[in-house]
Structures are given as structure tokens and as C-alpha cells.
């Protein structure tokens, strides 16, 4: 790519190398070069189709200092399957994460089991389009969800819809009305919660006890969690490893507590009495 191409250029371009996609309209080009040039307020850029690649090359024409932006602030990122990698290779020479997944759920796992902490500290960038008409599919929690070019999955995936908070701009379109639809869809519909969530609530004020990697027993109410896995009990007792003889020392009395997620090695929750 000539990172110095004007936009009507580049359009042309694109449009003669793209067969049957030339009839498809960019639209929100000048409001995602807006979006990549404000590279702080993102976790990482997800790109998931060449249609994408196309309109991220778009949106540099109006500033030519994007990618080396990204690059500079140590920026990641995410693409789905190899022919987008290739082509974001070819076109903009950047480097991405997840070529080797294959599909949108695959890379939801890798960032949700690899990226997690860091992804989580502010919105990931998802560039999406959809030139056919059921950008709204049905999502397997009830919830509509638009399409992105390319899979679904990513968005549907309940990990990244639980875990991250991501903006989406359109950039045909067909999505930009799915967007407005979306949101007017989503005020009328009751939250669907998600199975963890559901099992953790029902953990609420039951006697919940830990056993911890130094083989530590923790006892105490459960109250809450946090995004880190650390848990909460009230009225904690505090038991240590019983000694080589078999004997152990009282508990200590911890009171209020928060258990470390990450030395956690099994919990075990009081069946309700009926």
C-alpha cells in the first residue's frame, strides 16, 4: 500500500481489484480514521475479513501516521483465519495476532484465555460490515447481535461479550442501521445472564470452603468475586495444614477476607437444605 494515496485513490483501487465487492458502499471511513488516530482509548484493533483491511486502508489515507501510532503504543492486533492475515500483511504491512485460529470463536478463546487483563482495561476497536440482510441474527443467548463481516462468532461469543467492553464501527450500510436497531432492540429486551453468573449467584450467603495451594482451608460466607477470580467471605475461619502427626492448630479467626484467585485449588459449596 502507498500510505500517501488520497482516499478517492485508494477507493478506486480497491474497487477495481474487487470483483462483485465493488458494488459494496464504505460508509464512517473519516469517523474510524477519527477512531485509530485516538489510539489510547483502545485495548486492541479486531479485524475479522479483507473487507475490513480495505476500509482500515480507507481510513489511513486521511492520516498516514496510524499504523506507526499503534505500533508506538505497543497496540494490539486480533485477526481471524489467514487469507485476513495475508491480506493485512500485503496491503498495510502490520503484523496481527490469531492468524492460526481459523475461525471468531477460536480467537475469542485465545484473547479471553491469553489477553484477558489486558483487554480488559479499556474497549476493543471492531471495525464490522455486512453487506447481506440478516445482520441481526439470533444469538444463542436470545440477545441480537450484528454480524460482523466475516463470523458472527466473535461477537456472539458469550467470553468476549461477558469479559470486554467493545465499539463497533460500521463501515457499510447495512450495519450502521443493524447498529440503531440493535440498541433499540437491546432497551426492550431483558438481560439474559450468563450461566457463571447465574451459578455464582446462587453461591450467595451459602457456606463456601477453599482450599488453598499451601494447603490452607479457608471456611466463610460467600459474598462476591472480582473480575480477577479473588473471592470475598465473611465470617472467614482460617485452618492450616494439619501437621505431620495429624494434628492441627485452632483456626484463626480472619473475619472479612479476600481469598486470592489465582492460589485457589478447589471450592466446595454447601448443598441447599430443603
Given at each position: 500500500m502507498d500510505r500517501h494515496m488520497d482516499p478517492i485513490s485508494a477507493l478506486s483501487s480497491m474497487a477495481a481489484n474487487a470483483g462483485s465487492d465493488e458494488k459494496f458502499t464504505f460508509v464512517n471511513i473519516k469517523q474510524l480514521s477519527e477512531a485509530l488516530l485516538d489510539v489510547h482509548n483502545w485495548s486492541a484493533l479486531c479485524v475479522t475479513s479483507k473487507r475490513c483491511v480495505d476500509a482500515i486502508e480507507l481510513a489511513i489515507s486521511y492520516d498516514h501516521n496510524i499504523i506507526d501510532l499503534w505500533i508506538k503504543n505497543n497496540k494490539k492486533v486480533f485477526v481471524v483465519g489467514i487469507k485476513s492475515y495475508e491480506y493485512l500483511k500485503e496491503?498495510?504491512?502490520?503484523?496481527?495476532?490469531?492468524?492460526?485460529?481459523?475461525?471468531?470463536?477460536?480467537?475469542?478463546?485465545?484473547?479471553?484465555n491469553e489477553y484477558r487483563d489486558e483487554l480488559m482495561?479499556?474497549?476493543?476497536?471492531?471495525?464490522?460490515?455486512?453487506?447481506?440482510?440478516?445482520?441481526?441474527?439470533?444469538?444463542?443467548?436470545?440477545?441480537?447481535?450484528?454480524?460482523?463481516?466475516?463470523t458472527d462468532q466473535l461477537i456472539r461469543n458469550e467470553k468476549i461479550r461477558d469479559n470486554y467492553d467493545v465499539k463497533y464501527v460500521?463501515?457499510?450500510?447495512?450495519?450502521?442501521?443493524?447498529?440503531?436497531?440493535?440498541?433499540?432492540?437491546?432497551?426492550?429486551?431483558?438481560?439474559?445472564?450468563?450461566?457463571?453468573?447465574?451459578?455464582?449467584?446462587?453461591?450467595?450467603?451459602?457456606?463456601?470452603?477453599?482450599?488453598?495451594?499451601?494447603?490452607?482451608?479457608?471456611?466463610?460466607?460467600?459474598?462476591?468475586?472480582d473480575r480477577d477470580r479473588n473471592v470475598i467471605l465473611g465470617s472467614c475461619l482460617e485452618y492450616l495444614k494439619p501437621?505431620?502427626?495429624?494434628?492441627?492448630?485452632?483456626?484463626?479467626?480472619?473475619?472479612?477476607?479476600?481469598?486470592?484467585?489465582?492460589?485457589?485449588?478447589?471450592?466446595?459449596?454447601?448443598?441447599?437444605?430443603?
Open positions: 496491503r498495510l504491512e502490520w503484523e496481527a495476532i490469531g492468524s492460526d485460529g481459523g475461525n471468531g470463536d477460536n480467537l475469542a478463546q485465545l484473547m479471553v482495561a479499556k474497549e476493543v476497536l471492531f471495525p464490522c460490515s455486512e453487506s447481506r440482510s440478516d445482520s441481526l441474527p439470533q444469538s444463542p443467548s436470545g440477545l441480537k447481535s450484528v454480524y460482523p463481516f466475516l460500521a463501515i457499510g450500510g447495512t450495519t450502521g442501521a443493524a447498529l440503531q436497531q440493535l440498541a433499540l432492540d437491546r432497551s426492550k429486551t431483558p438481560e439474559v445472564k450468563s450461566p457463571l453468573r447465574l451459578r455464582l449467584e446462587s453461591w450467595l450467603n451459602k457456606n463456601m470452603k477453599i482450599l488453598m495451594s499451601d494447603g490452607r482451608t479457608l471456611v466463610g460466607i460467600f459474598l462476591c468475586t501437621n505431620e502427626d495429624g494434628s492441627a492448630e485452632e483456626p484463626r479467626v480472619l473475619g472479612l477476607a479476600m481469598i486470592p484467585g489465582q492460589h485457589i485449588v478447589s471450592i466446595h459449596v454447601d448443598s441447599p437444605s430443603y
